[in-house]
Nanobody, 116 residues
Framework: QAQLVESGGGLVQPGGSLRLSCAAS????????MGWYRQAPGKARKLVAS???????AYADSVKGRFTISRDNAKNTVYLQMNNVKPEDTAVYYC??????????WGQGTQVTVSS
């Protein structure tokens, strides 16, 4: 059974940087499509960044040019590098994996708070 564990969240000042990690186990990580979502209080969960077929990336308009998704297959880990963060980036960030059979796995989430 696939499992995803996020880490790296915390409190960061506006304009700062943070790197989230998502470690996968119980799945053939290298062939899965991966994504980062976020959910702010009282709002729906939304896609932030995705990595499809191991190389194609896509980003929400609100984070383009500031966030970067990447993966390290040797470490079974996907990352979300967050630069120039803004208060509106405050949310719980979730890692998502979809295998070739379209089975979806979610992590437990990690809190990111952007505040001075």
């Amino acid at each position: 059974q696939a499992q995803l564990v996020e880490s790296g969240g915390g409190l960061v000042q506006p304009g700062g940087s943070l790197r989230l990690s998502c470690a996968a186990s119980g799945t053939v990580f290298s062939i899965n499509d991966m994504g980062w979502y976020r959910q702010a209080p009282g709002k729906a969960r939304k896609l932030v960044a995705s990595l499809i077929d191991g190389r194609s990336t896509a980003y929400a308009d609100s984070v383009k040019g500031r966030f970067t998704i990447s993966r390290d297959n040797a470490k079974n880990t996907v990352y979300l590098q967050m630069n120039n963060v803004k208060p509106e980036d405050t949310a719980v960030y979730y890692c998502n994996s979809r295998d070739p059979f379209s089975r979806v796995t979610w992590g437990q989430g990690t809190q990111v708070t952007v505040s001075s």
